[in-house]
């Protein structure tokens, strides 16, 4: 499969002696500029419209190419018919990811393949969004540390895994307990119905009804190098879902309206996945799978994985920005940490991610799962170090995740979590936390295990430098 603009990697020019190079002429003095700056300010967010771009894209092979980048499009799209995320769908119908232009012009379009445009910036997401990601990381490589996978008693995983906080996969405990869930988050449509048919749900930053996203998974051309993913916090709040493995949740004695969001639904397609990131607020979580698989990368507390930089406190994560952009360029160095963890998940199976673990996922095929954070006596200490010393990345307590954004409840929220937190810790367990408060309360700082981020914070990020190659 070749570009369908006829867009090849940076590498490339060399190879074919650059003879053909067009990028000089047909850019004229703008050939200075690099293509990230041509394409996300130039032509994306400088409000060109449809028929300005249209006419520039003819003024030259290169100029072609570039006016006809997808996201570009994708936002002139929006800005059009702004909040009809449902009218997309319903007119998507064309197969391939040439149909955000034709929905904008209402006139069909068809791909000129270009010579001599060499360019890893749309390169890389066009590959990215494209290739076989079960072929590229299902059984290829040969990890330091596969995670282990059991069927075991709770008190085998409390002492093995949870207490010692290592990662593992819990075999058979769905099927053993949430047989009638099973049956209910199997494939898409039963998800609807579970549901109920106009619920609103979240999808990173947007809120659509359920029939939206349903609409989307279905129509794959739409789906980018990075799909949109369903991450939803309220869907299944209220479900009973207590299991011997994970007995503790000391975040419920601040109640319902006071702890932070701690269970999501979880939906993408092939392809969606969660990039690098820490669980918030130094908890335990476990990922419950009902149909899929997925593919888990983790790293110990306090190893950054490569091409990953979290921001001082921690609050906030820039990585590639795209999941398979970073397995492309980063992953052969996260091999040689020798600290890789590694593992795909099957249906049927739980994943434990202990606290302060990197951890990052692609879904290999569409997935549904449940994910949940807890804290217990393995990890309460943490949690309450984290409270009291990272204020600002404390997240899940309402609004973006973002201090500009969030109203002054929110921040305010967060600021009083630890006092809340631990006088009903005191309370609920009587004679068993106060001498830690006192300790946390006295310590100046706290030496956490790295960056604690929230998941799908950060997007756009940093794109390969080196020049790339396929040949
Ligand atoms: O399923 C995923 O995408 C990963 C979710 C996650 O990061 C988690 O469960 O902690
Ligand atoms: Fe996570």
């Known amino acids: 499969?070749?570009?369908?603009?006829?867009?090849?990697?940076?590498?490339?020019?060399?190879?074919?002696?650059?003879?053909?190079?067009?990028?000089?002429?047909?850019?004229?003095?703008?050939?200075?500029?690099?293509?990230?700056?041509?394409?996300?300010?130039?032509?994306e967010d400088s409000?060109?419209?449809?028929?300005?771009?249209?006419?520039l894209s003819r003024v030259s092979r290169v100029f072609y190419v570039y006016c006809h980048v997808e996201s570009i499009w994708r936002w002139q799209y929006m800005r059009t018919f702004p909040a009809s995320f449902q009218a997309i769908l319903e007119e998507a119908t064309l197969t391939s990811t040439l149909c955000w232009k034709s929905?904008?012009?209402?006139?069909?379009?068809?791909?000129?393949?270009?010579?001599?445009?060499y360019s890893d910036y749309l390169f890389h997401p066009w590959l990215c969004a494209t290739c076989g990601v079960a072929d590229h990381l299902e059984g290829r490589t040969v990890t330091p540390h596969p995670i282990p996978k059991a069927a075991m008693d709770p008190a085998t995983f409390l002492r093995e895994y949870e207490s010692k906080g290592r990662p593992c996969v819990l075999q058979g405990v769905i099927q053993a307990n949430w047989q009638h869930l099973l049956?209910?988050?199997?494939?898409?449509?039963?998800?609807?119905?579970t549901l109920g048919q106009n619920r609103r749900v979240q999808c990173?930053?947007?809120?659509?009804?359920?029939?939206?996203?349903?609409?989307?998974?279905?129509?794959?051309e739409l789906h980018?190098?990075?799909?949109?993913?369903?991450?939803?916090?309220?869907?299944?709040?209220?479900?009973?879902?207590?299991?011997p493995y994970f007995p503790h949740d000391f975040f419920s004695v601040l109640g319902k309206d006071t702890r932070p969001q701690y269970r999501w639904l979880v939906v993408g397609p092939e392809r969606s996945g969660s990039s690098f990131h820490i669980d918030p607020n130094a908890t335990n979580a476990w990922n419950a799978l009902f149909s899929g698989k997925k593919w888990w990368l983790m790293l110990p507390p306090g190893v950054t994985p490569p091409g990953v930089k979290p921001s001082a406190d921690g609050g906030d994560v820039t990585t590639s920005p795209s999941l398979m952009e970073w397995v492309m360029n980063w992953y052969p160095a996260a091999l040689r940490t020798g600290h890789c963890y590694e593992t795909v998940c099957e249906a049927g199976e739980?994943?434990?991610?202990?606290?302060?673990?990197?951890?990052?996922?692609i879904n290999l095929t569409d997935c549904i799962a449940l994910t949940q954070n807890y804290v217990g006596p393995s990890n309460v200490a943490k949690v309450l170090r984290f409270l009291r010393h990272k204020?600002?990345?404390?997240?899940?307590?309402?609004?973006?995740?973002?201090?500009?954004?969030?109203?002054?409840?929110?921040?305010?929220?967060?600021?009083?979590?630890?006092?809340?937190?631990?006088?009903?810790?005191?309370?609920?367990?009587?004679?068993?936390?106060?001498?830690?408060?006192?300790?946390?309360?006295?310590?100046?700082?706290?030496?956490l295990d790295g960056s604690i981020a929230p998941v799908q914070k950060k997007r756009k990020g940093l794109r390969a430098s080196e020049p790339f190659t396929l040949f």
């Not at 570009?3 to 200075?32: I, K, M, W």
């Not at 049956?183 to 119905?193: D, I, N």
């Not at 990173?204 to 794959?220: D, F, G, I, K, S």
Request: aromatic share 10%.
């Open 350 to 361: 739980i994943m434990y991610i202990p606290s302060g673990w990197w951890h990052m996922v």
């Open 204 to 220: 990173e930053a947007m809120c659509v009804t359920w029939p939206e996203y349903y609409a989307y998974l279905n129509h794959r």
């Open 103 to 117: 929905l904008v012009t209402r006139v069909p379009h068809v791909a000129l393949r270009m010579r001599g445009v």
């Open 1 to 43: 499969m070749s570009h369908p603009y006829g867009v090849q990697p940076e590498g490339n020019r060399f190879l074919n002696s650059g003879c053909d190079d067009c990028r000089d002429r047909g850019l004229g003095t703008l050939a200075r500029l690099p293509d990230s700056f041509l394409i996300d300010h130039l032509l």
């Open 391 to 447: 204020k600002r990345a404390i997240t899940g307590c309402g609004g973006m995740d973002d201090d500009e954004l969030d109203g002054q409840d929110v921040i305010a929220r967060r600021g009083e979590l630890f006092d809340v937190f631990s006088t009903k810790l005191i309370k609920a367990f009587p004679g068993k936390y106060e001498e830690l408060v006192e300790q946390v309360k006295g310590s100046v700082s706290c030496e």
């Open 47 to 55: 409000y060109l419209g449809p028929v300005c771009l249209c006419r």
């Open 183 to 193: 049956e209910k988050f199997e494939t898409f449509s039963q998800v609807g119905e």
């Open 224 to 243: 980018s190098e990075r799909p949109l993913y369903l991450f939803d916090p309220e869907a299944l709040r209220d479900l009973n879902l207590s299991l």
